[in-house]
């Protein structure tokens, strides 16, 4: 929703930053949050931790002269209050009448746009004879990744708005960009290889069997086939087919880390009706159990599993990266030791809805349709779904 101008606060108010509230909550302060978006939107996409509180009145309910106090009535009167909203308009505006009732409050500068544009990053450790970079969006639980070896480097599963990051990050490890590489096409945000194809001097890569979804791509790319490898410096990243996510699904293997895209994540396994819907998902989910026992699961246990997303419902390793090793997740997560029929039945039981502007996000993705920048952004706002199940597989 669009929020209309609003006039300005006749208190001062303060704003806290985005990457000011993602420390709050990652040290475990109690975090208050006045949620003044639209329902739907405040259902669809929100910031949780169990730390979090949240109390949502839609702004135009709080529109007028003199605002019944019974709106404000959830708020706790002695706890600092951070309004938030879409762009940072009506927050500020909001957090203006809580002034003016003597409310400890601030505004989130930008509302959920800026907690968009959140981007940590953390390094794995692991065996492999490369630094290996994970990048965590937390606002949509997007994973990427940076393989950095003797003056080169390959960015996995990159996201076109953070395109300028990875290039800086790269030459901050003194290295150069050779690769900008995909795991599959993605339906939940718009990819960076392109882009960092234009950039750079990275040749853009993808999967083989993802061509034949319909690439239409503007600028040269490369596939890469099963048991391929290319050479990233002195290491190695070998291609292997994964498909049941997608017929195109492929992970890449760097030393002990696997990036497993959406085929396996720490806490599920992939959803498998994006590709071809309801009528498809029986047969990709017996494929996804075929991939994950034949191709993933036969992986050494100290293996390191490194998916494209993460969930509310994932822990964060000891290194501070959402990665897990195969003997963890074949001891935690049951659906990795059902028989197939049994895992097929259960993959398909409690699917969550589909990634928002999904089709569009596809399109994009293959060349088939164009966007902007603000619109390439405005279509992955949101929440991932491409898990199986919004809660998590595992169990301690």
Not at 140 to 159: F, M, Q, R, T
Request: hydrophobic share 35%.
């Amino acid at each position: 929703m669009n929020e209309p101008e609003f006039p300005t606060p006749d208190v001062e108010v303060e704003s806290i930053t985005p990457e000011q509230l993602k420390s709050r909550i990652d040290a475990g302060e109690d975090v208050t949050l006045f949620d003044v978006r639209a329902e739907n939107e405040h259902e669809e996409w929100k910031i949780e931790g169990e730390n979090v509180e949240t109390v949502n009145v839609p702004y135009f309910n709080l529109l007028g002269d003199d605002p019944d106090d019974e709106l404000f009535a959830d708020l706790p009167e002695d706890e600092e209050i951070t309004v938030l909203c879409a762009k940072g308009g009506s927050s500020e505006y909001v957090a203006g009448l809580l002034a003016e009732r003597d409310y400890d409050v601030n505004h989130l500068a930008e509302g959920m746009n800026g907690w968009a544009r959140i981007y940590e990053r953390a390094e794995i450790e692991s065996d492999a004879d490369a630094t290996v970079v994970q990048y965590q969006r937390p606002s949509s639980g997007c994973l990427s990744y940076l393989v950095v070896d003797d003056g080169e480097a390959a960015v996995v599963d990159p996201l076109r708005e953070f395109a300028d990051e990875y290039v800086a990050d790269a030459e901050e490890y003194g290295a150069d960009l050779t690769y900008a590489i995909d795991t599959h096409v993605h339906a939940d945000h718009v990819s960076g290889v392109r882009e960092l194809g234009r950039k750079t001097d990275a040749e853009a890569v993808i999967p083989a069997p993802a061509e034949g979804r319909g690439v239409d791509y503007d600028a040269d790319y490369r596939t890469v086939e099963d048991g391929e490898e290319l050479a990233v410096g002195a290491a190695t990243v070998e291609v292997i087919h994964t498909p049941g996510h997608t017929t195109g699904m492929t992970s890449y293997r760097v030393g002990d880390v696997l990036f497993t895209g959406d085929g396996l994540f720490t806490e599920s396994v992939a959803r498998p009706d994006l590709e071809e819907g309801d009528e498809g998902a029986p047969d990709a989910a017996g494929m996804l159990y075929d991939t994950l026992q034949d191709r993933v699961l036969s992986l050494p246990d100290d293996a390191v599993v490194a998916p494209a997303h993460f969930s509310d419902a994932a822990d964060q390793a000891d290194d501070g990266t959402y990665t897990a090793t195969v003997g963890e997740l074949e001891a935690s997560m049951d659906a990795l030791s059902m028989d197939r029929d049994e895992f097929v039945e259960f993959i398909l039981s409690d699917m969550p809805p589909r990634p928002a502007n999904y089709e569009d996000i596809i399109a994009t993705n293959l060349g088939q349709r164009d966007a902007s920048d603000d619109e390439a952004f405005e279509l992955e706002l949101g929440p991932n779904n491409c898990a199986a199940s919004q809660d998590a597989m595992t169990s301690d």
